[in-house]
């Protein structure tokens, strides 16, 4: 079992999407024109490969959990994308086969590997000019809006005071950013590119983020979800009762290119 296993649906209902400005970046950072592979590590629901997915000529798709792959290979096929292959498989078991890579992606994924291991054992399976790019976003946890720290108190009230810090972490604490990380491998200097989008919640999005998070919420609150549930919807709905939340999200391409 893996940490995300039960989480696919919630995950992709309730996971807010890359705006098109990320990959535009991406398309003309490597001029990318339906040729060549793409591999997407740690795809889970596919917010990543398939978007991409008609910028190359073949995509493989690999996450350890199977339910991500269930929900990304059903949408795959209602947007009748046809040239990703979806696989059962962790970064750091990736055979050779694959190569040649013309890029790599991770999407909000690259944290869960062995980053330097991982960059190191890539590097030879990817083109030239080609590179890897890792994909993040900014925490809904972490800010200073009122309605935040209410999440977080209900938070810390029903999961435990270690729980609650852990799902408001995001980034493990002092953990080294992705790009100074890359920076320990062949890859040529990081550039890093942020794009900021306005984003509205509802209190019944902000539930289910939590609920797709790896924590497995759900497991953990047993038969309480529903008595917490009221319990967050009360809080939230003193300090904002026409249920929009309003916050700016910041999504950062980190790229590294093969020279």
């Not at 030239?128 to 809904?140: E, F, I, R, W």
């Not at 720290?149 to 209900?154: Q, R």
Request: some cysteine.
């Amino acid at each position: 079992m893996t940490a995300f296993a039960g989480v696919a649906e919630d995950y992709q209902r309730y996971r807010v999407p890359y705006p098109d400005e990320v990959f535009d970046w991406i398309v003309r950072e490597y001029g990318l024109d339906r040729r060549g592979r793409l591999l997407d590590a740690g795809c889970g629901t596919g917010y990543v490969c398939l978007p991409l997915s008609t910028w190359f000529e073949d995509v493989v798709a690999i996450d350890p959990e199977p339910g991500m792959l269930h929900v990304a290979a059903r949408l795959a096929h209602e947007r009748r994308v046809t040239n990703v292959q979806f696989l059962r498989l962790s970064a750091e078991d990736l055979p050779p086969a694959f190569a040649p890579l013309r890029l790599v992606t991770f999407g909000n994924s690259f944290h869960w590997t062995d980053r330097v291991k991982v960059a190191h054992a890539l590097f030879p399976l990817i083109v030239s000019g080609g590179g890897l790019v890792a994909l993040a976003s900014s925490s809904v946890w972490a800010g200073e809006e009122p309605w935040k720290a209410a999440l977080l108190e209900t938070m810390n009230a029903w999961l435990g005071p270690d729980l609650g810090r852990r799902v408001g972490a995001g980034r493990l604490p002092g953990a080294p950013l992705h790009q100074d990380v890359l920076r320990e491998t062949p890859f040529g200097e990081p550039r890093v590119v942020n794009v900021v989008k306005r984003h509205a919640w509802t209190t019944d999005a902000l539930i289910g983020l939590l609920y797709s998070s790896s924590l497995q919420v759900r497991d953990v609150l047993g038969g309480r979800t529903g008595e917490f549930e009221r319990d967050l919807r009360g809080r939230l709905t003193r300090l904002v009762p026409y249920d929009r939340f309003e916050e700016d999200i910041e999504f950062t391409v980190i790229s590294a290119r093969k020279i």
